[in-house]
């Protein structure tokens, strides 16, 4: 792994609930393992709004009505292709982005007119919604999303004959070039070889939009090679934030889903952001209250700046050990892309703690409420 790496928390796995962890396979999340309890340990000795969580997390844990729960709950998430199901969702996101607009003064609004706006999983455009109706001036959007035909999502925003929202129907996860892999150093014997697609991004969109939009998740719906399936999280997250970071306005902002805030892997996310951006996360009440789930806003990101320009080039490092490397090179390179959990706490631990106060608290809250909590005799103690 090259050594810029070393700075660098590896990005989150997207399907993880904290009461289903045992169904987890995933790459990342057998890396997790070596650093999870370090992390929890220090939490729960100084923060009682995550003493608290974690009570709850057991008792969801060691009741089957949680996992009850939490399989429906992707159960309807695969069924979004359903227009009832679509349309659902694409208004939960447009409550989600007007609460995260209001906490976090306007993190939709563009500092440019006319402004510039990048979603890499857009699907079904909920969030580019928002943007726009909070923006009373001109727009340009380039949105990027799984194609319909290989298990993506329905694009909902109404886009056909506007010349501003540019739209395109492909894997990020393939851009080989865009993460400085030439094509043709791809070998033959790849089985993804003939999939992997030329650059996509222009030179001059380089640094070019104001707000950058991460909000994807590794679908269940889509097809893909048999490689793919431990990697996926980490190929999508690494390749998201590569296009978003490399392709943001210097002071613009970046908005970003993510999983678990405790978690080796996102604490180092976090400090890494917090080197060349200012950070603040918040847990949605109007969605993914129950949920692991929290998004992280960055504003005031130096997109330009040598830690930025470190952190790009790490994530194309891990994207393509992840996506040409074994099982055995990818599981070393996501546990060598950060310090040992003892180091993130002696140097992010007190930063770690204020920022995730207030979604340990708003998850704590809603699991005590969910009917797998309240209704066991013990779920209050």
Excluded at 310 to 323: G, I, N, Y
């Amino acid at each position: 792994m090259n050594s810029t790496a070393k700075s660098l928390g590896p990005v989150p796995i997207t399907s993880c609930d904290e009461v289903e962890p045992r169904t987890l396979s995933l790459l990342a999340g057998e890396a997790e393992q070596d650093y999870k309890g370090v992390i929890s340990a220090y939490l729960r000795e100084r923060v009682p709004e995550f003493r608290r969580l974690d009570r709850l997390r057991q008792q969801g844990w060691d009741n089957p009505e949680g996992d009850k729960f939490f399989k429906t709950q992707r159960s309807n998430a695969d069924k979004i292709g359903d227009i009832e199901t679509s349309q659902f969702h694409y208004g939960l996101m447009q409550r989600i982005a007007a609460e995260l607009h209001n906490v976090t003064s306007g993190c939709f609004t563009t500092t440019t007119k006319p402004g510039a706006i990048l979603d890499v999983c857009a699907a079904p455009g909920g969030f580019l919604a928002a943007a726009i109706a909070r923006n009373d001036h001109d727009l340009q959007v380039r949105a990027c999303t799984l194609p319909f035909s290989q298990g993506g999502y329905k694009i909902l925003l109404p886009y056909e004959g506007n010349n501003a929202i540019k739209i395109s129907y492909l894997d990020i996860t393939m851009l080989a070039e865009d993460m400085g892999v030439d094509l043709k150093d791809i070998p033959a014997s790849h089985p993804d070889q003939d999939k992997f697609m030329p650059r996509q991004f222009a030179n001059n969109e380089k640094h070019y939009y104001d707000i950058a939009i991460c909000d994807g998740h590794v679908l269940r719906t889509q097809e893909r090679s048999s490689y793919r399936e431990k990697r996926e999280s980490v190929r999508l997250q690494t390749s998201s934030f590569v296009l978003a970071l490399e392709h943001l306005l210097p002071g613009g902002t970046l908005i970003v889903l993510l999983h678990k805030i405790e978690m080796w892997r996102i604490a180092c996310l976090l400090q890494t952001m917090s080197r060349f951006s200012e950070v603040q996360v918040h847990k949605p009440k109007s969605g993914h209250a129950k949920r692991s789930s929290f998004y992280m806003v960055a504003k005031d990101v130096r997109s330009d700046s040598k830690e930025a320009e470190e952190a790009v080039q790490a994530w194309k490092d891990l994207w393509r050990v992840a996506t040409f490397g074994s099982d055995e090179e990818a599981y070393q390179a996501v546990k060598d892309s950060g310090p040992p959990a003892e180091q993130l706490l002696a140097e992010f631990g007190p930063e770690l703690v204020e920022l995730g106060r207030s979604v340990w608290l708003t998850q704590a809250n809603a699991l005590a409420k969910a009917p797998f909590i309240k209704n066991q005799k013990w779920g209050s103690h």
